[in-house]
């Protein structure tokens, strides 16, 4: 069983930055494409950002890019979400995910616990 441990949520205004961490324990990470995701109040969960296992393929929702960056360290078995220019609308809970080379991104086999990150106007 893969585990999964997010930090790096909290409160930032409108504009700001924050950037989330998610440490990878067991499993072999390298192998896996690793996401982001994020539900909002009322919201249906959503796809937010994927990297492919070795880091040459990304993937972002229409509303973050260009604000948003995933990258990940194999070697740390970490992965990241670099949030700037944050806006209101982008306020959930954001979850890490991993899917093992068998699945695909959009459907993980591993969830983090999620943080929340929350931004004001």
């Known amino acids: 069983q893969v585990q999964l441990v997010e930090s790096g949520g909290g409160l930032v205004q409108a504009g700001g930055s924050l950037r989330l961490s998610c440490a990878a324990h067991g499993g072999t990470f390298s192998n896996y494409a690793m996401g982001w995701f994020r539900q909002a109040p009322g919201k249906e969960r959503e796809a937010v950002a994927s990297i492919s296992w070795n880091g040459l393929n990304t993937y972002y929702e229409d509303s973050v890019k260009g604000r948003f960056t995933i990258h990940r360290d194999n070697a740390k078995n970490t992965v990241f979400l670099q949030m700037n220019s944050l806006k209101p609308e982008d306020t959930a809970v954001y979850y890490c995910?991993?899917?093992?080379?068998?699945?695909?991104?959009?459907?993980?086999?591993?969830w983090g616990q999620g943080t929340q990150v929350t931004v004001s106007s």
């Open positions: 995910a991993a899917a093992r080379p068998s699945s695909h991104w959009s459907r993980p086999d591993y």
